[in-house]
């Protein structure tokens, strides 16, 4: 308990699985929690199941649009001072399909949200952590990020697109004791992919079979990784990219 202690915390899609239960590891360990997401009435929600543990602060968001994402930095400087944490984490899937099938708007939104959003918060929590002199940025990317894989190439695309901006800042931003990380899950038994086993029309335990660990993650694993990662104990890491997969990347 208390790893994280004294931190400010910012989570965007943090109204979602891998981000409410992140945020209850980040507040159980002592931080003070910034939540953003897109639709309102799920980060009140969220806001009234976390509150016993801490102070939680929400922000209303479209992550692909410069005003809001400079908003929700604003505000967390406002309402805490400070942002030592930056969980970069709201993502969509996009549509599934052939990549020759794929709309040009499809594509678009998926870009907008996963490549646009994650740029927008770098361009806006790097300034503020730079003139900390300290802080620990998380990306979400995917194990689509590193491979690919057929019928979500939107997705695929967007997800390599974060391995290279994790890149880029962490070498940007080291000399301010900067640290930026990317992490890469599996599978997750969340919405994302109850989305996407409908849309490739198949089993959960169909595709867990792909898996070496033979399941699919839970949040509380992308969790576990987050937060070590956002602490202390992770000050000589950045620029690297952490899978958690449960074995995919041997294969």
């Known amino acids: 308990m208390g790893r994280l202690s004294g931190k400010v915390?910012?989570?965007?899609?943090?109204?979602?699985?891998?981000?409410?239960?992140?945020?209850?590891?980040?507040?159980?360990?002592?931080?003070q929690v910034v939540l953003v997401d897109l639709v309102d009435e799920s980060l009140q929600k969220a806001k009234e199941e976390l509150n016993s543990l801490g102070e939680v602060l929400t922000v209303q968001a479209d992550v692909s649009k410069e005003s809001d994402v400079e908003n929700y930095v604003n505000k967390a400087v406002e309402h805490f001072g400070k942002i030592d944490v930056f969980f970069n984490n709201a993502g969509i899937e996009g549509k599934v399909a052939p990549l020759v099938d794929q709309k040009v708007?499809?594509?678009?939104?998926?870009?907008?949200?996963?490549?646009?959003?994650?740029?927008?918060?770098?361009?806006?929590?790097?300034p503020v952590m730079t003139k900390q002199g300290h802080g620990s940025v998380i990306n979400t990317s995917s194990v689509a990020g590193l491979n690919g894989s057929p019928g979500v190439s939107p997705y695929?695309?967007?997800?390599?697109?974060?391995?290279?901006?994790?890149?880029?800042?962490?070498?940007?931003?080291a000399e301010a004791n900067v640290r930026v990380n990317s992490i890469h899950p599996s599978p997750v038994n969340t919405r994302m992919m109850r989305s996407l086993e409908e849309g490739l029309n198949v089993e959960q335990e169909t595709l867990a079979q792909s898996i070496p660990l033979g399941r699919y993650g839970e949040s509380s694993d992308i969790a576990n990784l987050v937060l070590f990662l956002a602490s202390d104990e992770s000050s000589f890491i950045t620029g690297v990219q952490y899978r958690v997969d449960g074995g995919m990347g041997a294969l």
């Open 105 to 126: 708007e499809d594509f678009d939104k998926v870009i907008s949200v996963n490549v646009r959003g994650v740029f927008l918060g770098l361009k806006y929590v790097l």
């Open 156 to 173: 695929i695309a967007s997800k390599h697109a974060v391995v290279g901006l994790t890149k880029a800042a962490a070498i940007e931003a």
């Open 9 to 31: 915390a910012l989570i965007t899609g943090g109204a979602g699985g891998i981000g409410k239960v992140t945020a209850e590891r980040f507040l159980k360990e002592g931080a």
